[in-house]
């Protein structure tokens, strides 16, 4: 970076925050106009219409900054930046006119493979590349799913960040901290009570960038160490894994829109913010282990990390069963 790098920090976090907000406001002037109002039903889990499509403004600094870091880091980055913009633009397309879950899920895949060949370009080890093509279809639906709740996919996604920029270095770290502004940005409009959801331009970008900033950075950290990057995505990850296999299990439409997932379940016994409160505070849990196991023996890290997950899905399976969730 040609400048130092406090001052560099200080300049993408308030110039990413800043393109964030603006973006979000204009979106959700635009969806009011155009009456993109997310409508609630039987499988939402929101009581009013809402506008959706504010994510734009994460996908437009994710873009930016995959831009500046193939400037300066490589053209993988735009390769990688190519995948960010299929993504944004089949959820913009569907935040307009739906699309069947299908073609969705494609292009997602197609942005997938950009995002391994970009790795494997920069001489990550093919696991690390393959991982990263599967890392974002998964991580693009999971957040699909949770921005019905108010606050909850960025607040998560903001956590995971976070963590994301403490633990790795270099052009990582630039990624992870522009797209926890990004998200800092969108937050005043989506919690405690949501103005506009991300829509699937946002959600999609979210979840794409959550699997570029991870990929990358399991590219940069011993492979033994990779489990502590996940730990702060816990909740989301136990909850939405658990959730489709007992939709598989019970022979179910698994890729259709449903209200079956655990934060779905207390939302509508408790409200909105106390279970984004709550979330928050599950992946704050696994924030702070990966901080206590960053400088811990291997084994030792990856054995406390699977207890974590363990317990997180014994958690869930008590409060499914015990009937606390349900609405």
């Not at 990057?229 to 019970?250: G, K, Y």
């Not at 505070?281 to 054995?303: I, Y």
């Amino acid at each position: 970076m040609p400048w130092s790098e406090p001052a560099a920090i200080a300049a993408l976090a308030a110039g990413s925050l800043l393109l964030s907000v603006l973006c979000t406001r204009w979106a959700w002037g635009h969806a009011r106009r155009r009456g993109l109002l997310d409508v609630p039903g039987e499988r939402r889990s929101h009581a009013l219409p809402t506008p959706r499509g504010g994510g734009i403004g994460i996908a437009a600094v994710g873009l930016v900054i995959f831009g500046l870091l193939g400037f300066w880091d490589g053209p993988a980055w735009v390769l990688a930046g190519a995948g960010l913009l299929l993504v944004a633009a089949v959820g913009w397309w569907d935040d307009h006119r739906p699309l069947p879950a299908w073609s969705r899920l494609l292009v997602h895949v197609l942005a997938g493979g950009c995002q391994a060949v970009a790795l494997a370009w920069q001489g990550a080890p093919v696991p690390v590349a393959v991982v990263a093509g599967l890392l974002v279809p998964i991580l693009v639906n999971i957040w699909n799913f949770i921005d019905g709740i108010d606050g909850i996919a960025v607040t998560q996604a903001l956590l995971w960040t976070m963590a994301l920029a403490w633990l790795t270095t270099g052009p990582t770290r630039w990624l992870a901290i522009g797209l926890a502004a990004a998200c800092a940005g969108f937050l005043p409009f989506n919690f405690p009570k949501a103005r506009i959801f991300l829509g699937d331009v946002g959600s999609g970008a979210l979840g794409y960038l959550l699997a570029s900033t991870t990929a990358a950075a399991m590219a940069v950290v011993p492979l033994e160490r990779a489990p502590l990057l996940f730990l702060p995505a816990s909740a989301c990850l136990v909850d939405a894994s658990l959730t489709l296999a007992r939709r598989m299990a019970r022979g179910e439409r698994w890729w259709q829109p449903h209200v079956q997932h655990l934060y779905q379940r207390l939302a509508r016994r408790f409200g909105h913010p106390p279970v984004t409160l709550g979330y928050a505070g599950w992946a704050a849990s696994g924030v702070g282990l990966a901080w206590v196991l960053r400088d811990a023996g291997a084994t030792v890290a990856s054995c406390l990390a699977m207890a974590f997950a363990v317990l997180s899905a014994m958690a869930w399976a008590y409060l499914q069963r015990d009937g606390k969730g349900a609405g």
